[in-house]
């Protein structure tokens, strides 16, 4: 499965998708980070979380099965990420570029990841 999608491209800024694992394990109140996400994601929007990209298999654009169904479960979070490059990165080896996106996803989804767990980390807490 690939875990950054090219959206699109307007100049010379990109649009991705990342696709990046939930944690494993519980939040503070005992809930599986995923379960959290789920239902946090359901309460917010009345909907499980879901993909920007047409299922298919994968390639194309598309998103397989399997990607799908890890991110409607919530153990695959997906974020989208405008990113503005420079003119000197289309000059770059594809190899380079490569690097450059790969650390763009890594900064961006650990991010995300950290705000997901500061949002969820007493979601579905019962205080009596």
């Known amino acids: 499965m690939a875990n950054i999608h090219v959206l ?6 990109y ?4 696709h990046v694992a939930v944690p494993v ?6 809930i599986a980070w995923a379960t959290a ?9 009345g909907a499980a979380p ?21 991110i409607a479960a919530g153990t695959t979070l997906e974020v989208v990420y405008t990113w503005p490059t420079d003119a000197a990165f289309e000059g770059l080896s594809g190899a380079n570029q490569q690097a450059l996106v790969d650390a763009v996803y ?3 989804t ?8 500061q949002q969820l980390r007493r979601f ?5």
């Open 37 to 45: 996400y789920v239902n946090h994601a359901k309460l917010s929007s």
């Open 110 to 117: 650990t991010a995300q990841l950290n705000i997901l767990a």
């Open 50 to 70: 879901a993909s920007l990209l047409p299922t298919g298999d994968g390639t194309a654009g598309t998103i397989s099965a399997a990607e799908l169904a890890a």
């Open 15 to 18: 649009r991705f998708a990342f």
């Open 8 to 13: 699109e491209q307007q100049g010379n800024a």
């Open 25 to 30: 394990g519980n939040n503070s109140s005992g």
């Open 124 to 128: 579905g807490l019962m205080l009596t």
């Open 106 to 108: 890594s900064q961006v």
